[in-house]
């Protein structure tokens, strides 16, 4: 399965806009040998040699033109018409291919414990953390968008749903809800109708028949509470 969808590095014109780079990150110019875009879009071009910036989180060193071009690459795979929803985007390069004829079925929804979405872009876009979800609900029904529904976030962890499948990342979507979870932080109503908005849209699309709290999947059970004080009433009348 082809998880991105670019034919030539050239025509790809905002990838400077793409500067996602997580707390932390240490900036430092080196002049590098590399063919960046052949590696990375499967452009013919070929960088022979240019001035590259390598950044440096936790000990870990990336390239900074390389990590631009994974988050663009994920940018433009992402849907366009979002079923007239206003998404931003906020690509993640925490996420890989679903495997061949996977049928996504199901929805994880999920609280995000940190308590921004600005938090939780950051988190996201840092491949340190090896997290994402699809999308990310804040508290006032903004909704962002990490990574394309076709591919796999890495939200589950661990987990098994109740017909006994396991790798619950491999044919869900997961869902973020901007809340501390600790039972006091409320969900509002802006933002649960923007999750029922979002997840009338994902239903258009995909013959899904299960939306689940995250705790209900996480294996072993007890691993995860989230999303704590979510109202399961919430979804109701949405899987017919």
Same mark, same amino acid.
């Given at each position: /399965? ?5 034919? *030539? ?19 430092? &110019?080196?002049?590098?040998?590399? =063919?960046? $875009? ?35 690459? %994920?940018? +433009? $795979?992402?849907?366009? *018409?979002? @079923?007239?929803?206003? %998404?931003?985007? #906020?690509? @993640? ?8 004829? +996977?049928?996504? *079925? ?11 979405? =600005? ?14 979800? #699809? ?34 990342? *491999?044919?869900?979507?997961? +869902? ?9 932080? &409320? ?7 923007? /999750? ?14 299960? +939306?689940?709290? #995250?705790?209900?999947? $996480? ?9 704590? $004080?979510?109202?399961?009433?919430? %979804? ?5």
């Amino acid at each position: /399965m082809e998880l991105w969808r670019t034919n *030539d590095l050239h025509h790809c014109a905002s990838l400077e806009t793409v500067s996602c780079f997580p707390i932390g990150f240490k900036i430092t &110019p080196k002049r590098v040998q590399a =063919d960046v $875009a052949s590696a990375y879009v499967g452009s013919a071009a070929t960088l022979e040699e240019t001035t590259d910036d390598i950044c440096e989180f936790d000990g870990v060193t990336y390239s900074k033109r390389r990590y631009q071009l994974r988050l663009f690459k %994920i940018l +433009i $795979a992402m849907p366009s *018409d979002s @079923s007239k929803l206003a %998404i931003q985007q #906020h690509p @993640s390069p925490n996420c890989d291919e679903r495997p061949d004829d +996977i049928v996504i *079925d199901t929805v994880v929804l999920h609280a995000t414990v940190l308590n921004t979405l =600005d938090e939780v872009i950051k988190h996201f876009s840092n491949p340190v953390s090896k997290v994402s979800a #699809h999308y990310t609900i804040d508290r006032d029904g903004t909704i962002a968008a990490h990574v394309p529904e076709r591919g796999r976030a890495w939200h589950a962890g661990r987990s098994k749903v109740k017909d006994g499948r396991t790798n619950v990342n *491999d044919f869900s979507i997961g +869902i973020e809800l901007v809340n501390l979870n600790d039972g006091m932080d &409320p969900f509002p109503e802006q933002q649960i109708e923007a /999750m029922r908005g979002l997840l009338k849209s994902i239903l258009a699309r995909y013959p899904v028949k299960h +939306i689940i709290p #995250h705790y209900e999947c $996480a294996e072993p059970p007890g691993r995860k509470s989230d999303p704590i $004080a979510f109202d399961l009433a919430w %979804i109701d009348g949405l899987l017919k």
